[in-house]
């Protein structure tokens, strides 16, 4: 009977813990979303938000009219920026984007990305480069 209850528990475990979407409003954006929205894409439109909570952390994906993603974390700070088109220079670092204009030139910006300790940015040749947390160029991906 112990075994029962056990592999019960453990099952209502894995349910919780699984990932979990849905499509909110735009006005349930956290401010600091809406305001960076607003800030550096002003001219697109918000197709669609949808809230991602997973392994009790809440994550919030919009999607632009460009074909851009943004990822936001619960708080509204940005985590990730994806699509097709340059992203706008005010969204990246300047020591980045110094760093990209020197070595590789007609070239844009349409990734960028933030972890713990480093800024990954993809670029429209589809190469990866990384950056420390500060900005300076650490390598080829």
Not at 9 to 28: G, H, N, R, Y
Not at 73 to 100: C, H, M
Not at 127 to 136: H, Q, S, Y
């Amino acid at each position: 009977m112990k075994k029962i209850i056990l592999l019960m528990t453990l099952s209502a475990f894995m349910f919780v813990s699984c990932d979990k979407e849905k499509l909110v409003q735009e006005d349930d954006l956290p401010a600091n979303a809406a305001g960076f929205v607003s800030t550096h894409y002003s001219g697109k439109k918000i197709l669609q938000v949808v809230k991602e909570l997973d392994n009790l952390k809440t994550y919030y994906h919009v999607y632009l009219d460009n074909g851009t993603k943004l990822d936001f974390s619960r708080q509204g700070n940005i985590k990730k920026i994806e699509g097709v088109e340059a992203i706008p220079d005010t969204v990246i670092p300047v020591l980045i984007l110094n760093y990209v204009e020197a070595n590789h030139a007609g070239e844009f910006i349409r990734g960028w990305k933030l972890d713990d300790t480093i800024q990954e940015i993809r670029l429209s040749s589809d190469d990866v480069l990384e950056f420390d947390k500060n900005g300076n160029f650490l390598r080829v991906k």
